[in-house]
């Protein structure tokens, strides 16, 4: 039975390239398979899948499992022929979420020490000292405590920033104050002067960074989001910027993915750009994780992180 690579893949993807090369060094015997060579379909028994071109896995009458190559599922759970009582996995790895700790601590600090000023300044020649924020009075809010967003927590807690952190259910997390559910959303946010979207993109969580949000936040406070694009509400972010109730962003995903040349977020001053890199992980570790889930799924032996269908992640 075969493994099939499900994702619209660049010939030039480094990324790909080396996770492929990995697969096949780390298990020799393997029979894997790249869309669109998929083969005989009723050979396809796991995918693994990153931003699959939609209604292909029903083509599989012996599919298994499914593997997302990425931490979230959205785009999977997005196929309307996805088949049912398959079970999904996420994808997770030490390098991943070091890679995330990195990534939002990275934001959190150039919005600290004033790098977003003096990179502005830059470009004029000015020469002009901004007094540092102390991380102890800086309050983080990270939105979504599951994998990715409880790490970051914990990393800038241990760095003196006051955390506190919002998600569906309660959480108690050393040195973290936790709120959950509607009803403390309002409450989680009035202080937060760094918001951080670390949530999965589900019906629930589309659209929740908006102008409502940006509100009751305290003035001037600063968005990094590395969730998903429709998190946020694209001309909220721009009307917020406008008007000084958000003073920055720095952002890793998007509505479009490439953002488009024409978007208004490339060359807006205050907003930083990355593309979806936060967390890629390292692929050979990648690798080496989905060689276990694979066989851990051969053996019928419990899969690590498979996602609950009815929540969406
Ligand atoms: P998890 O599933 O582990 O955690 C999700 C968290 O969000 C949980 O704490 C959950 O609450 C909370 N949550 C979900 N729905 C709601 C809701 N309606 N209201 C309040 N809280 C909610 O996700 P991960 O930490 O693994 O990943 C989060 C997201 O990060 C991914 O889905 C992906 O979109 C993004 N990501 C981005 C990457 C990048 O490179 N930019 C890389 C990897 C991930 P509870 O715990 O109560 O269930
Ligand atoms: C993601 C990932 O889900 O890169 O964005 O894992």
């Known amino acids: 039975?075969?493994?099939?690579?499900?994702?619209?893949?660049?010939?030039?993807?480094?990324?790909?390239?080396?996770?492929?090369?990995?697969?096949?060094?780390?298990?020799?015997?393997?029979?894997?398979?790249?869309?669109?060579?998929?083969?005989?379909?009723?050979?396809?028994?796991?995918?693994?899948?990153?931003?699959?071109?939609?209604?292909?896995?029903?083509?599989?009458?012996?599919?298994?499992?499914?593997?997302?190559?990425?931490?979230?599922?959205?785009?999977?759970?997005?196929?309307?022929?996805?088949?049912?009582?398959?079970?999904?996995?996420?994808?997770?790895?030490?390098?991943?979420?070091?890679?995330?700790?990195?990534?939002?601590?990275?934001?959190?600090?150039?919005?600290?020490?004033?790098?977003?000023?003096?990179?502005?300044?830059?470009?004029?020649?000015?020469?002009?000292?901004?007094?540092?924020?102390?991380?102890?009075s800086l309050t983080v809010g990270i939105l979504g405590l599951g994998v990715f967003g409880s790490r970051v927590a914990q990393h800038l807690a241990a760095m003196r920033f006051p955390v506190r952190g919002w998600s569906r259910t309660p959480k108690a997390i050393a040195g973290v104050e936790c709120f959950h559910g509607q009803e403390q959303f309002q409450v989680f946010l009035s202080k937060c002067q760094v918001l951080v979207c670390l949530l999965p993109l589900t019906p629930q969580t589309e659209g929740i960074l908006c102008h409502e949000t940006f509100s009751a936040l305290p003035p001037g406070a600063y968005l990094i989001n590395v969730g998903r694009g429709k998190h946020l509400v694209e001309a909220d972010l721009l009307n917020g910027l406008d008007s000084g109730q958000i003073i920055g962003a720095c952002l890793d995903v998007f509505h479009t993915e490439p953002l488009p040349r024409d978007h208004p977020f490339w060359s807006h001053p205050r907003i930083i750009i990355t593309p979806h890199i936060a967390a890629p992980g390292q692929p050979d570790e990648i690798a080496s994780v989905i060689i276990d889930t694979i066989n851990c799924s051969r053996s019928g032996k419990p899969l690590d992180y498979a996602i609950d269908r009815n929540l969406g992640y």
């Open 1 to 136: 039975m075969a493994v099939l690579i499900l994702a619209e893949i660049e010939p030039t993807d480094t990324w790909f390239n080396t996770f492929i090369t990995q697969l096949k060094k780390k298990q020799p015997n393997l029979d894997l398979r790249v869309w669109p060579e998929c083969g005989n379909p009723e050979e396809i028994e796991i995918v693994l899948a990153w931003w699959p071109p939609l209604g292909v896995m029903l083509r599989f009458p012996h599919l298994k499992l499914i593997i997302s190559l990425g931490a979230s599922v959205d785009k999977i759970l997005a196929d309307p022929d996805l088949p049912d009582g398959i079970p999904i996995v996420r994808l997770f790895s030490q390098s991943k979420t070091g890679q995330m700790v990195e990534y939002v601590t990275l934001a959190v600090l150039l919005f600290q020490r004033r790098f977003i000023e003096y990179q502005a300044w830059q470009r004029s020649q000015r020469w002009k000292y901004l007094p540092a924020l102390d991380a102890s």
